[in-house]
């Protein structure tokens, strides 16, 4: 069978590339951190030895839309275009060309249909930041295969905190059955308190600093007692505009199951923190 080798799951901030590499007379004070964080948190990954990445993210906007957003999508295709012309306009981010597994993708869909989840299915999917930047920070060779699935976190009405939890309960329970001799690698990115367009949007912090704290403690102990009983869409509105991506942060700590995570990291930056923690179900790498 499969081996679940590492699931990471991280906030993607889509200027860090550009922030990084900038000449360092325009560089922002925190990036020379950011780098040397994030590279740590790449190591996290390496160390694994994946072969294939289930990916999960969340299209903004680019692809679907309030009038058909589909609740949950996977993609089905040999390869993926990646990165929208606004994505490289304003992020510079780069485009890519990344390598899909159909088998897996396919076995995944089934699954998941078995497991009473009503997927969308995908032939024609391209990739935005949500999946691009943490590729960028965590595998930037962009070599593995990528099985890409999509949640919504932007267009009411949402699935429930719950929802996603036993989502990522599913998509582990796949993985777990495949019957496959391939070291399988989950990385999926969402928000902390996170306020888009919103007047909390450029604060000295992020909206909710106590929420972010409190958010990658839930994490790190993989408390899901504790994220049911206090993480509603409610709340998450009132940490920010965009704090419902938490919830793909909850999917990832789904498929890792309710353990402590081997690796947690975060960084304030003024106006958002960015969080990276990495769980090893089967233990941590020799």
Request: charged content about 20%; proline content about 8%.
């Amino acid at each position: 069978m499969a081996t679940l080798s590492a699931v990471l799951a991280t906030t993607h901030h889509p200027f860090y590339l550009k922030a990084t590499t900038a000449p360092p007379e325009e560089r922002m004070p925190q990036a020379d951190e950011w780098k040397r964080k994030v590279e740590a948190y790449r190591e996290t990954l390496t160390v694994a030895k994946p072969d294939i990445l289930v990916m999960v993210g969340a299209d903004h906007f680019h692809q679907f839309f309030s009038d058909n957003y589909p609740t949950f999508l996977i993609g089905k295709q040999p390869m993926y275009d990646a990165t929208f012309y606004n994505e490289t306009r304003e992020f510079g981010l780069p485009t890519f060309l990344l390598q899909g597994h159909e088998e897996l993708s396919g076995y995944m869909l089934q699954g998941l249909l078995d497991r009473g989840f009503d997927f969308s299915v995908s032939h024609e999917l391209k990739i935005d930041h949500s999946i691009i930047c943490p590729i960028i920070t965590t595998r930037p060779d962009a070599d593995l295969p990528i099985v890409p699935i999509y949640t919504n976190i932007f267009a009411p009405p949402l699935p429930s905190p719950k929802r996603f939890w036993d989502l990522g309960r599913a998509i582990r329970s796949i993985i777990d059955e495949w019957p496959s001799d391939l070291r399988v690698a989950a990385v999926g990115s969402g928000h902390l308190s996170l306020e888009l367009g919103g007047p909390r949007q450029f604060g000295e912090t992020g909206p909710d600093p106590e929420f972010d704290l409190q958010a990658i403690e839930w994490l790190r102990t993989g408390d899901i007692d504790g994220i049911l009983a206090n993480v509603t869409h409610e709340s998450m509105a009132g940490a920010g505009n965009a704090t419902h991506g938490f919830m793909d942060l909850i999917l990832m700590m789904g498929i890792a199951g309710p353990i402590e995570a081997s690796y947690v990291d975060s960084l304030d930056l003024f106006h958002t923190r960015e969080a990276y923690v990495t769980w090893y179900p089967e233990g941590a790498p020799s």
